[in-house]
């Protein structure tokens, strides 16, 4: 199984607002730099948005390490709270589940690829999580008038 190592961060100007999001692929020496936007969406939206587009980009099953500043993200994997959605119906204890169809989508490509998730402090001294963060913030600068 091929070894990958992804980044990721998700950014918004407002909360909802403009969004931004990025992700880094590192595999054998080679580096693939992702980004995109949506003009109306949340901060929690590009974090996910950032892992589903780096784990669509791989073209076999892989091994990633995956590496957040999101707690949403990192929580909802790591935590299990995902697995616990999903055998409620996609819904939480409390009742609706925010971004369901972006956790559905996750869920299916985590189906595919072993990853493991890595929550890292965001702005801080992690060279590729701060790469992320200004091409995140970059790509919602496209969104304003």
């Given at each position: 199984m091929n070894k990958?190592?992804?980044?990721?961060?998700?950014a918004c100007s407002g909360n909802p607002g403009p969004g931004g999001w990025a992700?880094?692929?590192?595999?054998?020496?080679?580096?693939?730099?992702l980004v995109g936007g949506e003009a109306d969406s949340t901060n929690n939206r590009m974090e996910l948005t950032?892992?589903?587009?780096?784990?669509?980009?791989?073209?076999?099953?892989c091994e990633?390490?995956?590496?957040?500043?999101?707690?949403?993200?990192?929580?909802?994997?790591?935590?299990?709270?995902?697995e616990k959605w999903k055998?409620?119906?996609?819904?939480?204890q409390g009742g609706k589940l925010l971004n369901k169809e972006?956790?559905?989508?996750?869920?299916?490509?985590?189906?595919?690829?072993?990853?493991?998730f890595h929550w890292v402090k965001g702005h801080s001294d992690n060279e590729n999580n701060n790469r992320c963060d200004k091409l995140?913030?970059?790509?919602?600068?496209?969104?304003?008038?």
């Open positions: 990958v190592t992804i980044y990721t961060d998700g992700a880094i692929l590192m595999a054998g020496g080679k580096e693939v730099v950032a892992v589903i587009k780096g784990l669509q980009r791989l073209n076999r099953p990633v390490d995956l590496y957040t500043d999101s707690q949403y993200v990192s929580n909802g994997i790591n935590l299990e709270w995902l055998d409620n119906g996609w819904k939480r972006l956790w559905q989508e996750l869920y299916e490509l985590l189906q595919t690829h072993k990853v493991t995140a913030v970059a790509e919602i600068k496209k969104y304003r008038n």
